[in-house]
């Protein structure tokens, strides 16, 4: 179960993300584009810029398949999903909320707050997103995909197993 923290900036209906650390957080890369080599890029993790929030998939709620069609059935495009620890998170320097409360949000539903000081300058905060996110990216390449549908497959991407030892993996 996920912990919540007593913090100003937690929202109403939202749950900070703190254990298990080794819970995977599903991200839908809705790019081919956003892959060099198979791997994300950190454009794959980039936030939104409005809101500074990267949506996500709990693993404790969805599997790695169940999170990508979820995302195709309200209207989205993958090339698959890639996941990230929660521990990966924080490790990034970087909070995860559980908002699958909030009214238009589904079950499992999450997010990355990418939320910096505001004082920073545009140019230092653009940075700063852009290195968390490609930080992200890499941590996501070391478990490699947990989804690839049959397309991404066929166009040759490589789908590696999650380690045997990380919970939520997939045969795939």
Same mark, same amino acid.
């Given at each position: 179960? #996920?912990?919540s923290?007593? /913090?100003?900036?937690?929202?109403?209906?939202?749950?900070e993300?703190?254990?298990?650390?080794?819970?995977?957080?599903?991200?839908?890369?809705?790019?081919?584009?956003?892959?060099?080599?198979?791997?994300? /890029?950190?454009?794959?993790?980039?936030?939104? #810029?409005? #809101?500074?929030?990267? =949506?996500?998939?709990? &693993?404790?709620v969805? /599997?790695?398949?169940?999170?990508?069609?979820?995302?195709?059935?309200? &209207?989205?495009?993958?090339?698959?999903?890639?996941?990230?620890?929660?521990?990966?998170?924080?490790?990034?320097?970087?909070?995860?909320?559980?908002? =699958?409360?909030?009214?238009?949000r589904?079950?499992?539903?999450?997010?990355?707050?990418?939320?910096?000081?505001?004082?920073? /300058?545009?140019n230092?905060?653009?940075?700063?997103?852009?290195?968390?996110? &490609?930080?992200?990216?890499?941590?996501? #390449?070391?478990?490699?995909?947990?989804?690839?549908?049959? =397309?991404?497959?066929?166009?040759?991407?490589?789908?590696?197993?999650?380690?045997?030892?990380e919970?939520?993996?997939?045969?795939?």
């Amino acid at each position: 179960m #996920s912990d919540s923290t007593d /913090t100003d900036d937690v929202q109403p209906r939202e749950v900070e993300l703190m254990h298990p650390p080794d819970e995977h957080l599903y991200r839908q890369v809705v790019n081919a584009e956003f892959l060099d080599d198979n791997r994300p /890029t950190y454009q794959a993790f980039m936030p939104h #810029s409005e #809101s500074d929030e990267l =949506s996500v998939d709990r &693993g404790a709620v969805l /599997t790695a398949q169940a999170a990508y069609q979820n995302f195709l059935d309200h &209207g989205g495009s993958s090339v698959g999903a890639w996941p990230v620890s929660v521990d990966d998170v924080h490790q990034a320097g970087l909070r995860a909320f559980d908002d =699958s409360a909030k009214p238009g949000r589904h079950d499992g539903h999450a997010y990355i707050s990418f939320n910096a000081n505001p004082q920073e /300058t545009n140019n230092a905060r653009k940075n700063w997103r852009k290195q968390r996110a &490609g930080d992200l990216a890499h941590r996501a #390449s070391k478990h490699g995909p947990a989804y690839l549908p049959e =397309s991404s497959r066929s166009a040759g991407l490589v789908a590696l197993p999650l380690p045997l030892d990380e919970p939520n993996s997939e045969s795939l």
